[in-house]
């Protein structure tokens, strides 16, 4: 009863904040999700990333084990639903990264957060950024039939990413009054995120639900699987095995929608399959995977 009354205290302000964004639409409400994005990924993530890395406590041995482990993870997933999708004849440029890529920056981060405080966060920033690096280059290419992955570079989380990795390695601080304001305006990036996703998915038109439901529960499934093996291997501690396995659970992103809508739109609604209904699931799968690892 307390394990299942601590997995609801994290969990619960997750799918509320998300509950608001799709009450939001559903009430007529204007939103502007292509502005609120941008601000987003432009903004309020990267700021979060850089405080989170200056800031954290986590040792320097600790956060290299996660991000090699995230890397190996994030390979063997990219592997296993490569072989999936050519087996199963589906169409690569449309499934292939929406199953790999998971939603880590909507829900991981701040389920990462309710659940392991500041470490978590900080942790579970670097899993994210490892997965928008790969997102960026790889999942893109795959969508768009080719491109420059170099691309990446122009992503200001990447450049957050980096500079806060060197800030962390250098044991450099920028002072006080930069870090607050910093700090202040990454603060936006956990509610805008989850807001923005459940307006995203009020406003999805989901196409092939049943196809959908299969490859959302094969994706969870499968990743959490991944998840656990990889951060066993590893010998990873107990919150950075938590936060990795946390991090691959999460359903199929919001972003893999957007990217389809913008270089494959004809894809875009079996996409929005798969994002609603892996998001549904999720409301099921992410809690019984906190409770299996907290």
């Given at each position: 009863?307390?394990i299942?009354?601590?997995?609801l205290e994290?969990?619960?302000?997750v799918f509320l904040?998300?509950?608001?964004?799709y009450?939001?639409?559903?009430?007529?409400f204007e939103y502007?999700?292509e502005?609120v994005?941008?601000?987003a990924?432009?903004?309020?993530?990267?700021?979060?990333?850089?405080?989170?890395?200056?800031?954290?406590?986590v040792?320097a041995?600790a956060?290299?084990?996660?991000?090699?482990?995230?890397?190996?993870a994030?390979?063997i997933?990219?592997?296993?639903f490569a072989?999936i999708?050519?087996?199963?004849r589906?169409d690569r440029g449309?499934?292939?990264?929406p199953?790999?890529?998971g939603?880590?920056?909507n829900l991981?981060?701040p389920?990462a957060l309710?659940?392991?405080?500041?470490?978590?966060?900080g942790?579970a920033?670097?899993?994210?950024?490892i997965?928008?690096?790969?997102?960026?280059?790889?999942?893109?290419?795959?969508?768009?039939g080719?491109?420059n992955?170099l691309?990446?570079?122009?992503?200001?989380l990447?450049g957050?990413?980096?500079?806060?990795?060197l800030f962390l390695?250098q044991?450099?601080?920028?002072?006080?009054v930069?870090?607050?304001?910093l700090?202040?305006?990454g603060q936006?990036?956990?509610?805008?995120?989850?807001?923005t996703l459940?307006?995203?998915?009020?406003?999805?038109h989901?196409?092939?639900?049943?196809?959908?439901?299969g490859?959302?529960?094969?994706?969870v499934?499968l990743c959490?699987?991944i998840g656990?093996?990889?951060g066993?291997?590893?010998?990873l501690?107990?919150?950075p095995?938590?936060?990795l396995v946390?991090?691959l659970a999460t359903?199929v992103a919001?972003?893999?929608?957007l990217i389809?809508?913008k270089?494959?739109?004809?894809?875009?609604?079996?996409v929005?399959?798969?994002v609603?209904?892996s998001?549904?699931?999720?409301?099921i799968a992410?809690?019984?995977?906190?409770a299996?690892?907290?």
């Amino acid at each position: 009863m307390t394990i299942a009354l601590t997995v609801l205290e994290i969990v619960a302000p997750v799918f509320l904040l998300a509950a608001v964004g799709y009450a939001w639409v559903r009430l007529g409400f204007e939103y502007r999700v292509e502005f609120v994005t941008r601000l987003a990924m432009t903004l309020s993530v990267p700021c979060l990333i850089f405080v989170a890395l200056i800031e954290t406590e986590v040792e320097a041995a600790a956060l290299a084990a996660i991000s090699l482990a995230s890397v190996v993870a994030y390979g063997i997933v990219t592997l296993a639903f490569a072989g999936i999708v050519a087996a199963l004849r589906l169409d690569r440029g449309t499934y292939l990264s929406p199953l790999i890529f998971g939603n880590t920056g909507n829900l991981g981060l701040p389920l990462a957060l309710f659940a392991f405080g500041e470490q978590g966060l900080g942790l579970a920033v670097v899993v994210f950024a490892i997965m928008a690096v790969w997102s960026f280059t790889f999942g893109i290419w795959v969508v768009a039939g080719g491109g420059n992955p170099l691309r990446v570079l122009r992503e200001p989380l990447v450049g957050a990413t980096l500079l806060g990795a060197l800030f962390l390695w250098q044991g450099w601080q920028t002072p006080e009054v930069v870090t607050n304001a910093l700090s202040l305006a990454g603060q936006m990036a956990i509610p805008l995120m989850l807001i923005t996703l459940g307006v995203a998915v009020a406003r999805l038109h989901p196409a092939g639900l049943g196809r959908a439901l299969g490859l959302s529960a094969l994706k969870v499934v499968l990743c959490t699987a991944i998840g656990w093996t990889v951060g066993r291997w590893f010998g990873l501690p107990p919150v950075p095995f938590a936060v990795l396995v946390l991090q691959l659970a999460t359903p199929v992103a919001v972003t893999s929608y957007l990217i389809a809508q913008k270089y494959a739109p004809e894809d875009a609604d079996a996409v929005a399959g798969l994002v609603v209904v892996s998001t549904l699931l999720s409301v099921i799968a992410l809690p019984l995977t906190l409770a299996l690892v907290i």
